[in-house]
C-alpha cells in the first residue's frame, strides 16, 4: 500500500535515482524519478503532485540549487532535500538558507533520509 505523499527524484545518476526509488517504495511512498532538472520543468503534473523534492546540486543543464531558486518563486513549493557528492560548506549553508530542509552528502545516511521525509511529511 502506498501512502498519498509523492516523493520527487531529480538526479542525472541513474543508480542514485533508482537505488532512492526503490527505497522509498519499499517505505510505501509514491516516487518519481528524474535525470534531469528540465525533464521535471516539462512534466507539469509532477511539481503540482509532489509532496517533497529531493535534488541533486550538481546536475548536467540547470542545477539543482538554479531549479530550487526557480521553484521558490511559485507558491506552495514542496519541501526540498539537498543531496550532493560535491557540495561543501558554502553549498549548504546557502541551501538551507533558501529554504531547504537539508542538505545531505553522498552516500546518504538512509536512517537521516527517512528521518527528514517523515518529520517534512508529517508537518
Known amino acids: 500500500m502506498t501512502l498519498s505523499a509523492r516523493i520527487v527524484i531529480v538526479d542525472d545518476e541513474r ?7 526503490n ?3 519499499s517505505e510505501g511512498y509514491d516516487t518519481c524519478a528524474f535525470e534531469s532538472a528540465e525533464a521535471f520543468l516539462n512534466d ?3 511539481l503540482a ?8 546540486v550538481k546536475l548536467r543543464g540547470m542545477s539543482g ?4 531558486q526557480n521553484l521558490i518563486l511559485q507558491p506552495a513549493t514542496p519541501p526540498v532535500i539537498f543531496i550532493s557528492g560535491h557540495g561543501d ?3 549548504q549553508r546557502y541551501a538551507l538558507g533558501c529554504g531547504a ?3 545531505l552528502h553522498k552516500p546518504i545516511n ?14
Open 49 to 56: 503532485e509532489a509532496s517533497l523534492l529531493i535534488l541533486d
Open 15 to 21: 543508480s542514485v535515482r533508482s537505488g532512492l526509488s
Open 110 to 123: 538512509i536512517d537521516t533520509l527517512l528521518e527528514y521525509i517523515r518529520r517534512e511529511l508529517a508537518a
Open 44 to 46: 507539469e503534473a509532477a
Open 101 to 103: 530542509v537539508a542538505f
Open 65 to 68: 540549487l538554479e531549479l530550487y
Open 89 to 91: 560548506e558554502n553549498m
Open 23 to 25: 527505497l522509498l517504495l
